[in-house]
């Protein structure tokens, strides 16, 4: 029998993990498995200068283990500069775990998934995302202290879900402000891409707010549902990225904007809940900018969530939660005027900020 074995050129050519765009630099990753359970999990720590690594646990039926790889580099990494630039004494992190979340999710699963965290000593701290409950992190709680996004029932600051959405919202407001010269959203036409826990929350704000708002989701029971409820028109055509839209709100999973739906895009405003939107941040940054169109960098405007746990971090209340949440429209506006003035991408203006103050907290704690 011939086994095929990789020399040790080959290796390095393949370059699995080190050798990617998306590793930049991380710090640490940790490869999860119990049989017992079934869990397969992987954590990104991207970087801790600035304090622990917080960031959510995404469970997905991911097509293969490379792409959860990739995933939780790319989201991870996210989270660094999200924290950063919001201000918070926090690194970026974030976990996946492999599996449809229907169906292979289970309490002890969840419980491991909280021994794994723990055996970190509290480098990384998890909190709720995509296919994950509050209940699931209050499972997580039963085993390690290192969890957010607990139960406010149980001491927590509850589902980040809605603060997300009302960042998003401040930050979309604030492109309108940039764009239009005003933030009235009364007759914009925009459509918002998946409409999970944020995204039903963003489509109430914005139909509140006199917008014409269009939704577009895989779950179609879902579209009805939320069109129902908050009056928004189910957009029913194939092709989203060359609707005749004002504003596109992506809020499902990210890279949706890449070689293909870029050259579509009739928008004037890019402003959403979804991470990692730009497929490659450089060259499509470079492209929206020709274009004339407004990108508001998800990782700023989608820091709701992170200022909502981070509260249970700090003891902070609502109010305060609420407060530092609305300050993304202030932000966001200060970073489209300095992008505009400077003549760079608004997610290249967002990222030297943040980057610039992480380089700020090394130099210090090296003096």
């Not at 469970?59 to 660094?80: F, P, Q």
Request: with cysteine; proline share 2%; glycine share 10%.
């Amino acid at each position: 029998m011939q086994v095929d074995v990789l020399n040790a050129n080959e290796l390095k050519k393949s370059a699995p993990v080190f050798g990617q765009v998306s590793f930049d630099e991380h710090e640490q990753i940790v490869f999860c498995n119990d049989k017992d359970t079934g869990l397969k999990a992987i954590i990104g720590i991207h970087n801790t200068v600035l304090g622990p690594a917080l960031g959510g646990t995404r469970m997905w039926n991911y097509t293969s283990e490379w792409e959860a790889v990739n995933d939780v580099l790319r989201l991870s990494r996210g989270m660094t500069f999200k924290s950063a630039i919001t201000g918070l004494n926090l690194g970026g992190g974030k976990a996946v775990i492999i599996g449809d979340a229907k169906k292979d999710k289970t309490p002890e699963l969840m419980k491991r998934f909280g021994e794994f965290v723990h055996s970190l000593g509290g480098k990384y701290i998890t909190a709720e995302d995509v296919g994950m409950e509050t209940s699931d992190m209050d499972t997580v709680r039963e085993v390690t202290p290192y969890v957010t996004g607990i139960s406010e029932s149980k001491g927590g600051a509850g589902n980040p879900s809605p603060i997300t959405a009302y960042g998003v919202f401040m930050g979309l407001k604030a492109s309108a402000k940039f764009k239009y010269g005003t933030d009235d959203l009364e007759g914009k036409k925009v459509l918002v891409q998946g409409i999970g826990h944020v995204g039903e929350t963003l489509v109430e704000y914005l139909t509140g707010d006199g917008a014409e708002v269009y939704i577009s989701d895989i779950n179609e029971d879902r579209l009805v549902e939320v069109s129902k409820k908050h009056g928004a028109h189910i957009f029913s055509e194939r092709d989203i990225y060359s609707a005749d839209m004002d504003i596109y709100a992506p809020c499902a999973l990210g890279a949706t904007i890449n070689d293909d739906t870029i050259q579509r895009l009739k928008v004037d405003i890019i402003a959403g809940a979804a991470n990692n939107q730009l497929a490659d941040e450089v060259a499509h940054g470079e492209i929206l900018q020709k274009k004339g169109i407004v990108y508001a960098p998800d990782f700023l405007i989608n820091a709701g969530g992170i200022i909502n746990v981070y509260a249970e971090l700090e003891n902070y209340d609502r109010q305060e939660i609420m407060r530092k949440t609305e300050n993304i429209y202030n932000t966001t506006l200060r970073i489209l005027e300095k992008a505009s003035k400077d003549d760079i991408t608004t997610h290249f203006a967002a990222l030297k900020i943040a980057k610039q103050r992480i380089e700020d907290r090394k130099n210090q704690n090296f003096n």
